[in-house]
């Protein structure tokens, strides 16, 4: 078993800075791909960035946030800079994974880090 557990969301300012971590533990053999989504209160989960065999970001973040990996340490984090407050949102993790013994290929959420933009 795979478990992702997010950490450094908050309340910020608009123009302020925000890092956020996912860290996978478990039985990880080894992760293909690790990215971040966010969900606004009546919208749908969207893409915000991730990080496989290249690294994609959304229209609306470029610029502004950068995804990265500590691989040694199964560690994403996302690094949100000039935060607006339509940033505001849950963010979850999400990876691509092969766990076990068997090398099973599985696809795992976090529990979410809300990020609230707001003066």
């Known amino acids: 078993q795979v478990q992702l557990v997010e950490s450094g969301g908050g309340l910020v300012q608009p123009g302020e800075s925000l890092r956020l971590s996912c860290a996978a533990s478990?039985?990880?053999?080894?992760?293909?791909?690790m990215g971040w989504y966010r969900q606004a209160p009546g919208k749908e989960r969207e893409l915000v960035a991730l990080?496989?065999?290249?690294?994609n970001y959304a229209d609306s973040v470029k610029g502004r946030i950068t995804i990265s990996r500590d691989n040694a340490k199964n560690t994403v984090y996302l690094q949100m800079n000039s935060l607006k407050p339509e940033d505001t949102a849950v963010y979850y993790c999400?990876?691509?994974?092969?766990?076990?013994?068997?090398?099973?290929?599985?696809?795992?959420w976090g529990q979410g880090t809300l990020v609230t933009v707001s003066s």
């Open positions: 999400n990876a691509a994974v092969v766990a076990g013994l068997v090398r099973r290929s599985l696809e795992v």
């Open positions: 478990g039985s990880v053999f080894s992760i293909n791909a």
């Open positions: 990080s496989g065999g290249s690294t």
